[in-house]
Nanobody, 118 residues
Framework: QVQLVESGGGLVQAGGSLRLSCAAS????????VAWYRQAPGKQRELVAR???????IYADSVKGRFTISRDNAKNTMSLQMNSLKPEDTAVYYC????????????WGQGTQVTVSS
């Protein structure tokens, strides 16, 4: 069973930075796509950023220019660098690995809380 474990969440003031990390128990990040999602209280989970297997990245409009997603296949880790944080970025952040055409998979971490104070 693949396990994803996030770390790096916490409380930060508006304008500050945080770096989230996600470690996988296998080399799952080197196979398909990886992504970060977030869910704020009372809202649906939304995509924050994604790296496709070929390296193409996409970002939610709300975080473009402020967040950067990356992955290190050799270390089985992925990260989300978050700069210029805003109170509206407050949410639980989840890392995700998905892919596979013949044998699709979709793995999630347990989530890490990010709170941005104004």
């Amino acid at each position: 069973q693949v396990q994803l474990v996030e770390s790096g969440g916490g409380l930060v003031q508006a304008g500050g930075s945080l770096r989230l990390s996600c470690a996988a128990s296998t080399n799952i990040f080197s196979i398909g796509a990886v992504a970060w999602y977030r869910q704020a209280p009372g809202k649906q989970r939304e995509l924050v950023a994604r790296i496709a297997s070929g390296g193409t990245t996409i970002y939610a409009d709300s975080v473009k220019g402020r967040f950067t997603i990356s992955r290190d296949n050799a270390k089985n880790t992925m990260s989300l660098q978050m700069n210029s944080l805003k109170p509206e970025d407050t949410a639980v952040y989840y890392c995700n690995a998905h892919g596979g055409s013949a044998y699709p998979y979709d793995y999630w971490g347990q989530g890490t809380q990010v709170t941005v104070s104004s």
